[in-house]
């Protein structure tokens, strides 16, 4: 762990099944490489890479001496989103050799290493040379700029027959109908993709398993879509999909043969499946055995779970290189000085913990304080203007304590900035934030409104429920009081990630506490400069952060405003994250 990281707890347990064929899977890491090792109300996601280094070394030693499999499964979004990545310039400069001293088996990219040219370059010139056996393109393509040629960012497929077991898999890794991409990649929707040849070959080769990674929310429809086209090319082979971008637990079955699992986000998560009954097709030693079966864990990402899943302790765990990568992660966070403290948080803002609109709301905060201090167009700074952002600009809750430089890259990774249209009828202006937090699409052409929410709750599992609405007192201090189903003389649980999945409600290796779920608004919009009396402005400024451009000129539109993005143009300069870690500095003086 890092030094100073907050020490796990100890908490009631679940152990792991192993199979014939088991996996680790890590998803959406998002840079977090250090780990959540300041976050002192959740002390259960302090591991770091170098922890999760010694701990990959363990759990292959144990399959070994089992005869069994193991392998590595990363399913993309591995940048953006915490200040080892974000904060050097260029980006990313400590996080590629970090992260490429843990073997992946099976690599795929997301959305986060696709946004930007120059993070699609890296993808291509770092990470798929990083790992040339290992990363899978099944419906990605690379364009080079310079020549224009279009070619695959890394095969379509894989086949390999493992160490142990000599198991044959096949292995596919795929990115969701993602159209957010840079001009330097081409993502083909995977309704084309199941249509090429490679891929109608492929389904047909009949591996002992499919394994089927993506950077795809289990509730999305691309999974069901390979799966009901591989089913009709092969009825009986088991699949296994590893999913990610929702940036939730979860795991869902296709059929008795088949089962979908996505390990969170953050580095909270490491995911664990196992396999059993494999019936090897074609070889020597053919095993009898007829139905297989399927094990997921959702493994906290610390050392007390680490210690108890290998059975090794605080001297026998770390391993030289293990420790070798907390110290690369040390010294990069060093250099890149991510405990600068910008100014202390007098207490905590949540996400999803608290409803939006009350004191404790991290966007209700954004609206009422940053937004009015921080948009200001000088030469326009009297004009009323209504500034709206998605709340999925804002990527984690703020803690009371220390605000750092990480921090600010933690809560704001995007380098998004202001654009408005000038002086809209207060009438079309005031109807846009109702269009856009209404559900479904504003229309066709233009991507579904939840794509500006909190992945969390863009693809919702049937299985999740929301917070009723009580009054939210002392939430800080929940999941440190005792649960009411526990019995009096154990010790209370502490908060944490608690799963419901279509398997059940025992995927969690940790029992925690349920933490305070509230479902929030696409986007959220601050009236700022409006008339001391209340009354409304004939015009105002429409202000907002560029990354909702394609849903406001549509939502302008139906509110009867005759606008094209030719009437756009740039606010102020200076990005969200610039301008929340200024208010941080000139806001929060106090001492922590
Ligand atoms: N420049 C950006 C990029 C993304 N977002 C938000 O993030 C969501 C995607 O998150 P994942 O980690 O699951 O890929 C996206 O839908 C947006 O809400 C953003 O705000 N600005």
């Not at 389904?203 to 999305?220: C, K, S």
């Not at 009438?427 to 559900?439: D, P, R, Y």
């Amino acid at each position: 762990a890092q030094p100073g990281a907050v020490a796990p707890v100890k908490a009631p347990m679940r152990n792991l099944t192993w199979g014939q064929l088991n996996f680790i899977h890590t998803t959406d890491t998002h840079g977090w490489l250090g780990g959540h090792f300041q976050e002192i109300a959740r002390p259960q996601y302090s591991g770091d890479w170098g922890d999760f280094i010694s701990f990959s070394h363990h759990m292959s030693a144990k399959a070994d001496e089992k005869g069994a499999d193991l392998l590595f499964v990363d399913t993309g979004d591995r940048i953006e989103g915490n200040g080892l990545y974000d904060a050097s310039s260029p980006k990313g400069l400590y996080q590629y050799d970090i992260y490429a001293e843990h073997d992946v088996d099976i690599m795929t990219t997301g959305n986060h290493e696709l946004y930007q040219v120059y993070s699609a370059d890296l993808e291509h010139n770092t990470t798929t040379r990083n790992y040339p056996n290992n990363y899978i393109a099944s419906n990605l393509d690379y364009i080079d700029l310079n020549t224009g040629d279009q070619t695959p960012m890394a095969p379509r497929y894989r086949k390999f027959t493992t160490k142990n077991q000599k198991i044959e898999v096949l292995a596919m890794g795929f990115i969701f109908d993602f159209t957010g991409n840079n001009k330097n990649t081409a993502v083909q929707p995977v309704r084309q993709t199941i249509k090429e040849e490679w891929f109608q070959k492929a389904i047909r080769e009949r591996p002992d398993i499919f394994v089927i990674t993506g950077h795809v929310g289990l509730r999305m429809e691309e999974f069901g879509i390979i799966f009901t086209e591989l089913r009709k090319a092969d009825w009986d082979t088991p699949v296994v999909f590893f999913g990610g971008h929702a940036h939730v637990r979860d795991a869902r079955k296709y059929d008795s043969l088949s089962i979908g699992m996505a390990s969170g986000r953050y580095m909270e998560t490491i995911g664990w499946m196992s396999v059993d009954g494999l019936n090897k097709k074609n070889k020597d030693e053919v095993s009898t055995q007829k139905s297989v079966s399927f094990h997921r864990k959702y493994i906290d990402n610390n050392l007390y779970g680490m210690y108890h899943h290998t059975g090794l302790n605080e001297s026998t765990f770390p391993t030289a290189h293990g420790q070798n990568v907390s110290s690369m992660i040390d010294s990069a966070r060093q250099a890149l000085k991510l405990d600068h403290k910008y100014g202390c948080a007098p207490k905590n803002y949540w996400m999803s913990r608290a409803k939006h609109g009350s004191e404790d709301n991290l966007y209700t905060f954004i609206e009422n304080e940053v937004f009015p201090g921080v948009v200001v167009n000088e030469e326009r700074k009297d004009k009323p203007r209504l500034t709206i952002m998605n709340t999925g600009g804002i990527r984690f809750d703020i803690f009371k304590g220390p605000f750092t430089r990480d921090t600010t890259y933690i809560v704001s990774p995007f380098v998004s900035g202001f654009r408005y249209v000038p002086d809209v009828p207060y009438k079309v202006a005031s109807n846009v934030i109702k269009l856009l937090n209404s559900g479904g699409r504003i229309l066709d052409m233009v991507p579904e409104n939840r794509f500006m929410a909190i992945p969390e709750q863009m693809f919702l599992s049937p299985l999740v429920s929301f917070t009723e609405d009580v009054q939210d007192v002392n939430l800080e201090l929940r999941g440190e009081q005792k649960s009411l189903n526990r019995l009096d003389d154990e010790k209370p649980l502490i908060g944490g990630l608690t799963t419901s999945d279509d398997i059940g409600d025992d995927g969690d290796d940790t029992i925690h506490e349920k933490l305070p779920f509230h479902p929030q608004p696409n986007a959220f919009q601050a009236k700022i400069a409006f008339p001391p009396d209340n009354k409304d402005p004939e015009t105002v400024d429409l202000v907002f952060i560029d990354f909702v451009q394609p849903w406001i000129i549509p939502a302008l539109k139906l509110s009867g405003g005759d606008y094209d993005d030719k009437d756009v143009e740039i606010y102020m300069e200076g990005t969200f994250t610039s301008k929340l870690s200024q208010w941080i500095s000139d806001n929060w003086k106090g001492e922590c």
